[in-house]
C-alpha cells in the first residue's frame, strides 16, 4: 500500500530535491514502505484464518502477491498522471519520490491471487482475512512514510489539528495531517479484527475493512491536495463501497 502523490516538477524537470534533509525523507518512504511489506507479511501469519490454512502457506502467498501490488500501485498512479507521464515516459517506473495508488495494487492483487489461491489449494475467504490485516499493517506503516516524503498531504490549515508537515519539495507547512488519520484509521481497524471472536462468514473482516477504507477515503480525498485523479479515486471508492456492500449481502443470505 503505497503512498500517492503528484509528480514532482520544477520547471521542465521533476524536482529531486538534491538536499540531505529531502534524501533522508525518501529514504525513509522506501524504508517505511518495506518494514510495513515485511511486518504485514508476518503479522497477518499470526492470524486465526492463516493458521487455519498454514502460516507457511500464506506468507508464501501474501509474499508472492505483493510485487503485484506494487506494480499496480503504480500503473494506477501513472494512469491518473497520463498527460505528466505521456511527456516524461522514462520516469514511468521511476519511483524515488513515490507515486502509487493503492486502489491499483488491490484491485490486481485480488485478481492475480484467483489463480494462484486455486493453485495452491489455499481459501479464498479465508486467505483475504488474514491478508487484511497485512493490508492494514503495511497501511500504518507506509501512511506514516507517505507524511515524512510529503506525498498523501492534506490541505494547509491554521486549525489546532493542523500539523507541521512537508510536500513532495521539502517544503514545510502547517497542514491537515491525512496521511497520520489514514494510519489512525488503520491502528482501530486493526484492533478491531484482532479483538473481534468470530466472524458471520469467511470474508467478512476483508470485506468490512474494504468498505469502511473506501467510506474513509471518500471523507479525506477532498482535504487531500490531489487535483488530478480525484474524480476517479472518488468514483472507485463509491464502486467499492457498493461492492463491498453487496457481497457482504449475498454472503449472508
Not at 504485514?40 to 503485484?68: D, N, Y
Not at 506494480?71 to 519511483?95: A, K, N, Y
Not at 495508488?101 to 489463480?115: K, T
Not at 515524512?148 to 521539502?170: A, H, I, Q, S
Request: positive net charge; contains cysteine.
Amino acid at each position: 500500500m503505497s503512498g500517492a502523490g503528484p509528480p514532482v516538477v520544477l520547471g521542465s524537470h521533476e524536482a529531486p530535491c538534491g538536499t540531505g534533509l529531502r534524501r533522508l525523507q525518501r529514504s525513509a518512504y522506501r524504508w517505511f514502505l518495506a518494514a510495513g511489506c515485511s511486518f504485514g507479511v508476518v503479522v497477518g501469519a499470526l492470524t486465526p484464518s492463516a493458521q487455519s490454512i498454514g502460516a507457511s502457506r500464506f506468507a508464501l502467498a501474501a509474499a508472492v502477491l505483493i510485487a503485484p501490488a506494487l506494480v499496480g500501485s503504480r500503473i494506477w498512479f501513472v494512469v491518473l498522471h497520463q498527460g505528466f507521464f505521456r511527456r516524461r515516459p522514462g520516469l514511468i517506473w521511476q519511483r524515488d519520490d513515490g507515486g502509487s495508488a493503492l486502489y491499483g495494487g488491490l484491485l490486481l492483487a485480488v485478481v492475480l491471487s484467483i489463480p494462484l489461491l486455486q493453485w495452491a489449494r489455499v481459501p479464498f475467504w479465508t486467505f483475504w482475512d488474514a491478508a487484511t490485516v497485512t493490508m492494514l499493517v503495511g497501511l500504518i506503516f507506509t501512511r506514516v512514510g507517505c507524511s515524512l516524503n510529503g506525498c498523501c498531504r492534506g490541505v494547509t490549515t491554521t486549525k489546532w489539528f493542523g500539523l507541521r508537515l512537508p510536500d513532495e519539495r521539502g517544503h514545510w507547512e502547517r497542514r491537515v495531517p491525512t496521511q497520520l488519520l489514514e494510519a489512525a484509521w488503520a491502528a482501530i481497524a486493526l484492533a478491531l479484527v484482532e479483538l473481534t471472536d468470530g466472524q458471520p462468514f469467511a470474508g467478512f473482516a476483508f470485506v468490512a475493512v474494504v468498505a469502511s477504507y473506501a467510506a474513509v477515503r471518500l471523507l479525506l480525498d477532498p482535504i487531500r491536495v490531489e487535483p488530478v485523479g480525484r474524480h476517479a479515486n472518488r468514483v472507485a471508492s463509491m464502486a467499492l463501497l457498493f461492492a463491498a456492500v453487496l457481497v457482504c449481502l449475498v454472503r449472508l443470505t
